[in-house]
């Protein structure tokens, strides 16, 4: 492979998966990765050896988690330049297509236990200090997080009209799925729109960053909490283990958190560490 050739098609491997309808933050994140790729590489004309130089680089920087990540868009990205170099369509053949320039990815095993979970009691009391510290949007965007389980980007749907119905139907990674509303949730959502005078339109305008950081806020005014544990996704958690421990499917959760395979919502069967210490407390020998 040639640096210079890699460069000139990272615009293009954007635009196709703009096309494959990527989200718009896996777009940027897509963009980052692959550049990060191409600009690791000192020489010209890349070998099998310089690409395995950039695995190592990774394992020596990163989780185990971001290194699969960055490898799995990585061999997407080498697969479709030789693609394109052989005039051949990635829409076609990038699934199938065998590379010697790929990489093996990493094994990452999977815990047996669920850690630095948000307990129901931690989320009771950060709902009761946001109210205290006048957040009423961040107390409600806990309680939509912790009571439909959905991700950040999904909050964009919660607009005035869509909350007065029952369900909102969102579409995030290609799949399109309804977000059911509980009545005690949507009734305060709406008193909110009407204290604010939000009459129409998205009822919440916070990026990422602000709810994240308002997060570790309301959580460091309470005693006790880990602040390693708070983050919005935490709640997405929380509700899952919540469904199950409620009585839930497993494949009912699956359909409400819009997983692509069952595997990926059987995470949540498992317990917490907590939890497992708990119930080694409770045993008794008669």
Known sequence: MNKEFLVSKVDEFIAFETENEKSKNSLVHYRQVVELFVNSFEVDDICKLDVIGFKR???????????????????????????????????????????????????????????????????????????????????????????????????????????????ITVKNKGKIRDVILRNDLKREILKYCRTEKIKSGKIFFLTYKQIYYQLKKIAGKCRGISLDKIHPHAFRHMFAINYLDAGGQVTDLMDILGHNSIQTTSLYTRTTNKAKKNMLESMKYK
């Not at 590379?99 to 990493?106: C, F, V, Y």
Request: hydrophobic fraction near 40%; proline fraction near 3%.
């Open 57 to 167: 680089k990774l394992e020596e920087e990163y989780a185990p988690a971001t290194v699969k990540n960055y490898i799995t868009i990585a061999n997407r990205f080498i697969k479709y330049c030789e693609l394109v170099e052989k005039d051949l369509d990635p829409d076609e053949l990038l699934r199938t297509h065998h590379s010697k320039m790929t990489l093996k990815n990493i094994k990452i095993q999977q815990a047996a236990s669920l850690d630095d979970v948000i307990e129901p009691s931690d989320f009771k009391r950060m709902c009761r200090m946001a109210k205290q510290c006048n957040r009423m949007d961040i107390y409600l965007i806990m309680k939509i997080f912790a009571y439909t389980g959905i991700r950040v980007s999904e909050l964009s749907y919660f607009t005035v009209e869509n909350v007065k119905a029952n369900y």
